[in-house]
């Protein structure tokens, strides 16, 4: 049975509004244009059981396009189902009543979402199931907001308080009996990472030098990649390619290393890594060793730049041969993104190979935590990466990365399709939004609740 602490937390209210914004340039991956987006924000109010009162906040943006693609829903059926499930969620939310961790709320609660999820399915007539990985989008805000609202209510960064002093589970409750004895806490440092390494996100329609811009946007951010690498001292890229391409891909990669080592020439940089996104489009991994045998051959620099590979091939993991990973990871790391929705696509990504997994806030932060915690029992690869987060999000995802164990950079995008989202929140944080030298500056996040 569950041990009852002074700190547990029942919910007092619950509300949730949207923020919009356009793209200064449009984003491509996996096939498809992104050109706005809509941010979930949920408010929280709780109340320990020592009678302690907090407002917390979590804010996500609705990446449907990402969770919930579909060659047969356009863009606003699937944005609108899952404006719909948060209206869903807001009374489940509301009715806990009753005390206790957020991590044990926050799983108590996913099952119901699943529940809902598939209720908007039905009730708006959807030819194609709203996914698990769109429903943990959708619920990702309120984990945040209940987790932030826990540790405003008791004056603590929520990373601090997940020991035996708060939350008597271990991970053999949460996750099962192989990992008994073993606690979330485990995986996290005591304190942030004084900075993480930056990467910066090459779509496949961005500009990589002057020549490439036809119509400039000129709102005074960089326009190019060679611009960006000179004003932030650039050192991590995350190179989106079209995984059925294999000339494409591995020109735009040498034509990606090409531009920012002349940059770094000028600049005096000497590092220089690249995370390559196929967003799944690549048909199996004969595909992804070939992108690697042929970039060898003609740039074996940008080859040896390569720090690791996302998801190459579909989200959906079988035991097909060709969802192996194993030839492709003794090359180098390779990590699921899309698949991982829980222990068993994170167990099962194990045995076919892959070599550890991307965190994402935007699943959820109860759900970040577990699989952190699990992975790093594992021994498993781990990176952090966003979903375009801006603002209060990116805070959120730039916590995650900064306290798991392990974990050197963080990716964020925002800042380069969005700048206007955070223009308050980098005023106010202005080390953390402000990228020098490849880095950002992560050493503040040690404020209450999520260090809003």
């Given at each position: 049975?569950?041990?009852?602490f002074?700190?547990?937390?029942?919910?007092?209210?619950?509300?949730?509004?949207?923020?919009?914004?356009?793209?200064?340039?449009?984003?491509?991956?996996?096939?498809?244009?992104?050109?706005?987006?809509?941010?979930?924000?949920?408010?929280?109010?709780?109340?320990?059981?020592?009678?302690?009162?907090?407002?917390?906040?979590?804010?996500?943006?609705?990446?449907?396009?990402w969770?919930?693609?579909?060659?047969?829903?356009?863009?606003?059926?699937?944005?609108?189902?899952?404006?719909?499930?948060?209206?869903?969620?807001?009374?489940?939310?509301?009715?806990?009543?009753?005390?206790?961790?957020?991590?044990?709320?926050?799983?108590?609660?996913?099952?119901?979402?699943?529940?809902?999820?598939?209720s908007?399915?039905?009730?708006?007539?959807?030819?194609?199931?709203?996914?698990?990985?769109?429903?943990?989008?959708?619920?990702?805000?309120?984990?945040?907001?209940?987790?932030?609202?826990?540790?405003?209510?008791?004056?603590?960064?929520?990373?601090?308080?997940?020991?035996?002093?708060?939350?008597?589970?271990?991970?053999?409750?949460?996750?099962?009996?192989?990992?008994?004895?073993?606690?979330?806490?485990?995986?996290l440092?005591?304190?942030?990472?004084?900075?993480?390494?930056?990467?910066?996100?090459?779509?496949?329609?961005?500009?990589?030098?002057a020549?490439?811009?036809?119509?400039?946007?000129?709102?005074?951010?960089?326009?190019?990649?060679?611009?960006?690498?000179?004003?932030d001292?650039?050192?991590?890229?995350?190179?989106?390619?079209?995984?059925?391409?294999?000339?494409?891909d591995?020109?735009?990669?040498?034509?990606?290393?090409?531009?920012?080592?002349?940059?770094?020439?000028?600049?005096?940089?000497?590092?220089?890594?690249?995370?390559?996104?196929?967003?799944?489009?690549?048909?199996?991994?004969?595909?992804?060793?070939?992108?690697?045998?042929?970039?060898?051959?003609?740039?074996?620099?940008?080859?040896?730049?390569?720090?690791y590979?996302?998801?190459?091939?579909?989200?959906?993991?079988?035991?097909?041969?060709?969802?192996?990973?194993?030839?492709?990871?003794?090359?180098?790391?390779?990590?699921?993104?899309?698949?991982l929705?829980?222990?068993?696509t994170?167990?099962?990504?194990?045995?076919?190979?892959?070599?550890?997994?991307?965190?994402?806030?935007?699943?959820?932060?109860?759900?970040?935590?577990?699989?952190?915690?699990?992975?790093?029992?594992?021994?498993?690869?781990?990176?952090?990466?966003?979903?375009?987060?801006?603002?209060?999000?990116?805070?959120?995802?730039?916590?995650?990365?900064?306290?798991?164990?392990?974990?050197?950079?963080?990716?964020?995008?925002?800042?380069?399709?969005?700048?206007?989202?955070?223009?308050?929140?980098?005023?106010?944080?202005?080390?953390?939004?402000?990228?020098?030298?490849?880095?950002?500056?992560?050493?503040?996040?040690?404020?209450?609740?999520?260090?809003?």
């Amino acid at each position: 049975m569950p041990v009852s602490f002074s700190t547990d937390i029942r919910v007092v209210d619950v509300r949730i509004d949207y923020e919009h914004y356009p793209f200064r340039s449009p984003l491509k991956f996996g096939g498809a244009i992104v050109d706005n987006m809509a941010v979930l924000n949920a408010h929280i109010r709780v109340e320990t059981r020592s009678g302690q009162v907090a407002d917390g906040v979590g804010a996500m943006p609705l990446g449907n396009v990402w969770s919930f693609p579909s060659a047969q829903l356009g863009f606003d059926d699937t944005m609108e189902a899952m404006k719909d499930l948060a209206e869903r969620i807001v009374p489940v939310v509301a009715g806990l009543v009753d005390y206790d961790h957020p991590v044990r709320h926050a799983l108590g609660f996913e099952q119901p979402i699943l529940d809902l999820a598939e209720s908007v399915t039905a009730d708006r007539g959807l030819v194609e199931a709203m996914p698990k990985l769109c429903a943990l989008v959708v619920a990702s805000p309120f984990d945040a907001a209940l987790h932030d609202a826990f540790g405003k209510a008791i004056g603590l960064p929520s990373w601090q308080a997940l020991g035996p002093d708060f939350l008597s589970d271990d991970l053999g409750v949460l996750l099962g009996d192989a990992f008994a004895g073993r606690r979330i806490e485990g995986c996290l440092r005591d304190a942030p990472a004084e900075s993480l390494g930056l990467y910066h996100l090459v779509g496949a329609l961005d500009p990589l030098t002057a020549d490439d811009v036809a119509t400039p946007i000129g709102d005074g951010h960089p326009e190019t990649l060679m611009d960006w690498v000179r004003q932030d001292g650039l050192t991590h890229l995350k190179i989106k390619l079209n995984g059925d391409d294999l000339a494409w891909d591995v020109d735009r990669v040498a034509s990606i290393h090409s531009a920012a080592t002349e940059v770094h020439e000028k600049i005096g940089v000497h590092e220089l890594a690249y995370s390559l996104d196929f967003n799944e489009r690549c048909e199996n991994v004969d595909y992804l060793i070939g992108v690697f045998d042929r970039l060898r051959e003609v740039n074996p620099d940008a080859f040896d730049a390569i720090h690791y590979v996302e998801q190459p091939t579909s989200r959906h993991l079988s035991r097909d041969g060709d969802q192996d990973m194993h030839r492709a990871a003794e090359i180098r790391p390779v990590v699921i993104d899309e698949s991982l929705v829980d222990l068993e696509t994170l167990l099962l990504a194990r045995d076919l190979g892959y070599s550890g997994a991307a965190l994402k806030t935007c699943k959820g932060h109860t759900h970040a935590l577990l699989m952190a915690a699990a992975a790093h029992d594992l021994g498993l690869f781990l990176c952090v990466q966003d979903l375009t987060c801006p603002g209060r999000s990116f805070i959120h995802s730039a916590g995650l990365a900064a306290r798991v164990k392990g974990i050197e950079t963080i990716e964020g995008n925002a800042r380069q399709f969005i700048p206007q989202a955070s223009v308050e929140w980098a005023a106010n944080m202005p080390e953390l939004f402000r990228v020098q030298n490849g880095r950002i500056d992560t050493s503040g996040l040690t404020g209450a609740g999520l260090s809003y």
